[in-house]
């Protein structure tokens, strides 16, 4: 029975370590579903693409999840920036980031990160986070509600809470940037069909 047990929590912690990073970020998951069931997150899900003008992607640090993202959007001919919440500017993008997004054909070498102290906010940007506790922060910098999406609830499945894969297996790095990979790219296809101005021509 013992030894039934101990199995039973080794596959947990494996499961858990390749699809949510760590124990806390599968109950930051499972909170953040609890909160859109609720309703709670309901403002932040969905996107009016005639007012986007760009994508702005935010994450911590501004150098595993965020700066793929933009670069995947980028990749798919869209205006877009990153930032970090607390990050020092011009920091390059994790060693594991580089190496996982070439596996999507996407180069972070030369990403350099930016701080949200030195990001200029315009009309018609459209601020996608990772986790809702980056929505509440970028409320309280002044961000307008109707300018903060939560980037998950693109991915497939819907994840909206991207846990940081920073110093975490490379199969959560793997898994991590599947999930924004599969957002940003859904995401893009919706603004393109609705002809947002973020898309270029």
Same mark, same amino acid.
């Given at each position: 029975m013992f030894k039934r047990l101990k199995q039973a929590s080794q596959t947990f912690q494996q499961l858990t370590s390749v699809n949510y990073g760590t124990f806390r970020?599968?109950?930051?998951? /499972?909170? +953040?579903?609890?909160?859109?069931?609720a309703g709670r997150t309901d403002r932040f899900v969905? /996107?009016? @693409?005639? #007012?986007v003008n760009r994508l702005?992607?935010?994450?911590?640090?501004?150098?595993?999840? $965020?700066?793929? +993202?933009?670069?995947v +959007?980028?990749?798919?001919?869209v205006r877009t920036s990153s930032l970090g919440l607390a990050t020092t500017t011009g920091a390059p993008a994790f060693e594991t980031a580089?190496?996982?997004?070439?596996?999507?054909?996407?180069?972070? #070498?030369t990403h350099a990160a930016t701080d949200f102290s030195d990001f200029v906010?315009? @009309?018609?940007?459209?601020?996608?986070?990772?986790?809702?506790?980056? /929505?509440?922060?970028?409320?309280a910098q002044g961000i307008p509600p109707t300018a903060i999406a939560l980037l998950g609830a693109w $991915?497939? @499945?819907r994840r909206l809470h991207l846990h940081d894969p920073a110093l975490q297996s490379d199969h959560y790095f793997m898994t991590c940037f599947v999930l924004i990979h599969s957002a940003t790219v859904s995401l893009v296809e919706e603004l393109r069909s609705a002809r947002s101005p973020c898309v270029l021509p």
């Open positions: 970020g599968w109950v930051r998951c /499972v909170l +953040a579903q609890l909160e859109w069931i969905t /996107v009016q @693409p005639e #007012s702005v992607f935010v994450c911590l640090g501004n150098i595993n999840r $965020s700066a793929f +993202a933009a670069a +959007a980028r990749s798919r001919g580089v190496t996982t997004a070439r596996r999507f054909g996407i180069d972070l #070498s906010y315009r @009309p018609g940007d459209l601020l996608l986070v990772m986790e809702i506790r980056h /929505v509440h922060r970028l409320l $991915s497939s @499945p």
